[in-house]
Nanobody, 125 residues
């Protein structure tokens, strides 16, 4: 199983980026994809999760600035990031876990079985 993130980079505050997560080695349409980020010196932080049917969950602090999407036919997940702030600077990683019917906390990093290496996002003011 491989997860490969791309799309990170350097962007001015207020700008946008779209991260991609290419997944291989599993039946993508059956998996939940989570996005997490980790800034230097800080703990890993939940950003969003998108279920196999497109249902999404977001961290409260995002306040609608980010949106997750997926293309099951291409085994791709996306994180659309808008109105970026310097405090969004971090390494962003995608993760995957087989979807289950209920009772799972998809905001917990420990829930996920597979992880990508991450892509750096740097926002300057």
């Amino acid at each position: 199983v491989h997860l490969v993130e791309s799309g990170g980079g350097l962007v001015q505050a207020g700008g946008s980026l779209r991260l991609s997560c290419q997944v291989s080695g599993l039946t993508f349409s059956r998996y939940v994809v989570g996005w997490f980020r980790q800034a230097p010196g800080k703990e890993r932080q939940f950003v969003s999760a998108i279920r196999w049917n497109g249902m999404t969950t977001y961290a409260d602090f995002l306040k609608g600035r980010f949106a997750a999407s997926r293309d099951n036919a291409l085994s791709l997940a996306y994180l659309h990031m808008n109105k970026l702030k310097p405090e969004d600077t971090a390494i962003y990683s995608c993760s995957a876990v087989s979807g289950r019917s209920s009772g799972v906390d998809y905001s917990a990093a420990s829930t996920y079985d597979y992880w990508g290496l991450g892509t750096q996002v740097t926002v300057f003011s």
